[in-house]
């Protein structure tokens, strides 16, 4: 047998900076993947999809969908399915809309804008989500119900449900501190920005560090110095230039003068700011990292991946299964009363079709993000940008003008591809 990288020294040269890299070719792909795809939407639309303007609203569109896309990858790393939860999420959305609209100024006296009425209302529907999410488990892992069932069932009962709660009737309008939590009608601002942004990179940075650091604490071999750098400034221009291009995408003039109205000033001229980093994304960085410290740095999380990786193992070696089957869809359920959060707060009203079709989204973001459907592997970071390629791909196709029932059709197509994709991925990585 020849050996090919002593044929081929530039091959090896390239393999071996791959490998210094430690690169995870899958989300390497993913990510080229959405580049070639935006690059292919901005000139289908003459240069108006990477504009600062349509980037922003691509990235509060996405929220919704990526908040519980994290949630469903406890689901199907402990090999279950939940369809419920564009149902779920339209009943959690339902209850915050008759809290704030009903119960808080009828029960409590008060009033839309009051102090406590968002945070009352977000609490109320968090445990009306997590409340349901536990249900669900109860019925799977206590009663053996199997999760397609059950959250099958729930499709139908809690889209209904949300019906009734609110008679049919669209509910508004909603608090306005409830609503900056929806995009446009809540933001850092230019300065706030930069500074999470340097925040961001530096907690970035110290992350690359402390790895390092415990590597060779504990005897294990570390990237080299220059693969660190590299890394290390790559993470920083992704961060920093994301910034950058929300604090692009100026406010209207109209705006800006009601705003400098409303607090009794005169705009001065000429003068212009961003809209900078919205709410609802600081929103979806708080879960990413909770949810990304719960899967690797908790008993919670090694529990999960054990469970999945082998059940009956898991089990025999003391592991509550059942117990834990409750948690995974009650953390679930709280996940989808954040995005009805974030998804009623961007359209400033509940709707009774809000969140129809979610299900299709967050499991397709969750398996192209790379959650094996066979259970026990899982990225929080890549059920993220599984939500962001789905929107990029539904925005783009609309921005070009594709017909609604087509864009479904390229949507249930993709979900397909992306799982065969990885059924053949993973088959070479256990042919290695």
Known sequence: MTDTSAANPARAKRRTFVEAL??????????????????????????????????????????????????????????????????????????????????????????????????????????AGALIGVFHGWLVGYLGIPAFIVTLGGLLVWRNVAWYLTNGQTIGPLDSNFLELGGIEGTLGVTASWILGLIATAGALWGLWAARRNKIAHDFPVKPLWAEAVLALLISAAILGFVAVLNAYEIPQARLERMFAANGEVMPEGYTTGYGVPYSVVLLVIVAIVMTVVATRTRLGRYIFATGGNPDAAALSGINTRLLTVKVFAIMGALCAISAVVASARLTFHSNDIGTLDELRVIAAAVIGGTALSGGMGTIYGAILGALIMQSLQSGMAMVGVDAPFQNIVVGSVLVAAVLIDIIYRKRLGAK
Do not use: K, Y
Request: hydrophobic share 55%; aromatic share 6%.
């Open 22 to 127: 430690e690169i995870d070719m899958r989300l390497m792909g993913m990510i080229g993947a959405f580049i070639l795809l935006c690059i292919g939407f901005h000139l289908l639309t003459d240069g108006r999809f990477l504009t600062p303007r349509n980037i922003f609203n691509l990235t509060i569109q996405t929220v919704s969908v990526a908040i519980m896309a994290t949630g469903m990858v406890f689901i199907i790393v402990t090999r279950h399915i939940d369809l419920s939860v564009g149902s779920l999420l339209a009943t959690c959305s339902a209850v915050m809309a008759m809290t704030q609209t009903v119960i808080t100024p009828q029960w409590l006296g008060l009033g839309l804008d009051h102090p406590l009425t968002a945070p009352l209302t977000i609490l109320v529907g968090v445990a």
